[in-house]
C-alpha cells in the first residue's frame, strides 16, 4: 500500500439538517392505489405485508414490511420487455431461512465494523459478531430481519411506501433507542427512491444502506460480468484479509479499481497479483465518491447491460458506495422462479459511509445525537440504452 495516500480528511461531514417528526400511522389512506398482500408470517408468528408499486410506465417494485425487503423490481429493457432485476425469493420463508441480506434495508450499520466494537464519549460498545470476529449489517437480528410498520401513500412523484421501526436502547449492541422512518418511492422517471431519516435519544453511531442484488439482463439470467460500471470516485478505502478498512484512502488511478471510464465488471476482477482483489475475492469495496461530504444527491454510478440495453443509476446523498459484485455467491441458493444464483449472478451499489468509520477517526464522522436528525437518500434509476 506504499503506493496510497493517507489523505487527512476533514472532519464532521454533516450529517444533520432540518427537523422532522417521526411518527407511524398503521392505516394509510384507503384510497390509494397500491396493492397490499398477505406475505407470510414471522419466526414469532406476527403477519408480513407485501406491497406492490406500479408507476404509470408499468415498472413496478414489490416491497415487504419485513426487513424492508425489495422483493422484485420489473424494468423495461430498450425493447420495453419487462424484467425482474433483482435477486431473491417468491417467499418470506426463503428470506427467513438463509439470505445474503437479498434486497434488505441493512442497519443499524452497513458493512463492517473491527471486532465488534467501538468507543464514543469515552464509553466502549460491546457489538453483536456476526462475521468472524466483527459485526456485519447491523449484528445478528439487524433491520433485515424486523418487521417495521407499514403506510402506503400516494405521492407527487408516484406511489410511496413509508417503513418505521423503533431500535431499543442497546439492541445488537447499539446504544440510544433509535427511531427510523424509510420512505420507498417508484418515482415516475422509473427510479426507486429511498429517503431514511432517524432520530435517537443517545448519542449514536449509525449507517443504513440497501442491499439489493441487481442483474439487469435479469435475475437469474447469468452472471454479472458484462456489466458495464462507471463509478465516480477516484479514490476507494482498501481492507486487510478480514475485509476491515485500513484506514487509509488510496488512489483508484492504474488500478483495476478505476472505474472512472467504463469497464466491464469481468474485465478485471480475476486479475492476478491485486491484493485488494484477492482480499475480497473481487470487488468487494467502498469507493470514496467525488462528490466529497456534502450531502447534496449526486451521481454515484452507472451500469450498462449492453445485451438488454438496461442502464441503471445509483444516486445518493452520501460520502461513498459499497459495490460488490456477489462473490460470495455459490450456487447454494435457488431464488425466484427456481433460479440458482451462482458465482456473480448480482451485485450491490450500497450507498453508505465508510466501513468501520465508527474507528476510524480520519474517516467522516457517522455519529448521531440528541436533537440531530440522520438524513439519507439514494436512488435507483432505471433507463435504456
Ligand atoms: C456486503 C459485504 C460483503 C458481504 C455481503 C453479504 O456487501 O461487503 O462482504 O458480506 O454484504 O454477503
Redesign the pocket.
Known amino acids: 500500500m506504499n503506493r496510497c495516500l493517507a489523505l487527512l480528511l476533514a472532519l464532521g461531514a454533516t450529517l444533520t439538517t432540518g427537523c422532522c417528526t417521526h411518527c407511524c400511522t398503521k392505516n394509510g389512506d384507503k384510497n390509494m392505489n397500491i396493492k397490499q398482500e398477505p406475505f407470510g408470517t414471522t419466526k414469532n408468528g406476527k403477519p408480513a405485508t407485501i406491497y406492490t408499486l406500479r408507476n404509470a410506465n408499468g415498472v413496478e417494485a414489490k416491497i415487504t414490511n419485513y426487513g424492508g425487503i425489495v422483493v422484485s423490481l420489473t424494468v423495461p429493457d430498450r425493447d420495453g420487455n419487462f424484467a425482474d432485476v433483482v435477486l431473491g425469493y417468491n417467499t418470506l420463508d426463503g428470506y427467513i431461512k438463509k439470505t445474503?441480506?437479498f434486497g434488505a434495508l441493512v442497519g443499524r450499520y452497513g458493512?463492517?465494523i473491527a471486532n465488534a466494537k467501538f468507543t464514543l464519549d469515552g464509553q466502549v460498545f460491546n457489538l453483536a459478531t456476526n462475521?468472524g470476529p466483527n459485526a456485519?449489517?447491523g449484528g445478528i437480528v439487524g433491520f433485515d430481519k424486523v418487521l417495521w410498520t407499514a403506510r402506503p401513500l400516494q405521492t407527487a412523484n408516484g406511489p410511496s411506501l413509508e417503513l418505521c421501526y423503533v431500535s431499543k436502547d442497546g439492541e445488537e449492541g447499539y446504544p440510544g433507542t433509535l427511531t427510523v422512518k424509510a420512505v420507498y418511492t417508484l418515482t415516475t422517471d422509473n427510479g426507486l427512491r429511498l429517503d431514511y431519516t432517524a432520530t435517537t435519544d443517545k448519542a449514536t453511531v449509525l449507517n443504513l444502506t440497501q442491499?439489493s442484488y441487481f442483474n439487469l439482463a435479469g435475475q437469474g439470467n447469468g452472471d454479472i460480468l458484462n456489466h458495464e460500471v462507471v463509478l465516480n470516485a477516484n479514490a476507494f478505502t482498501p481492507v486487510d484479509g478480514t475485509?476491515i478498512t485500513t484506514g487509509e484512502i488510496c488512489p483508484v488511478k492504474g488500478t483495476p479499481f478505476d472505474f472512472i471510464k467504463p469497464h466491464a465488471i469481468g474485465e478485471r476482477v480475476n486479475q492476478q497479483g491485486d491484493e485488494q482483489l484477492k482480499f475480497?475475492g473481487g470487488y468487494?469495496h467502498n469507493w470514496v465518491l467525488n462528490k466529497g461530504f456534502e450531502k447534496q444527491l449526486s451521481l454515484a454510478a452507472t451500469v450498462t447491460e449492453p445485451k438488454s440495453g438496461r442502464v441503471l443509476e445509483v444516486w445518493t446523498t452520501e460520502p461513498g458506495l459499497?459495490f460488490?459484485c456477489g462473490?460470495?455467491l455459490d450456487g447454494t441458493i435457488t431464488g425466484k422462479s427456481g433460479k440458482v444464483y451462482k458465482h456473480r449472478y448480482g451485485f450491490?451499489m450500497?450507498p453508505q459511509h465508510y466501513?468501520d468509520s465508527p474507528n476510524k477517526p480520519l474517516f467522516p464522522s457517522v455519529v448521531l445525537r440528541p436533537g440531530d436528525t440522520y438524513t439519507h437518500t439514494m436512488i435507483y434509476k432505471f433507463a435504456v440504452k
Open positions: 445474503p441480506y458493512n463492517r462475521n456485519l449489517h442491499h475485509l475480497g468487494d459499497q460488490y462473490n460470495f450491490c450500497e466501513p
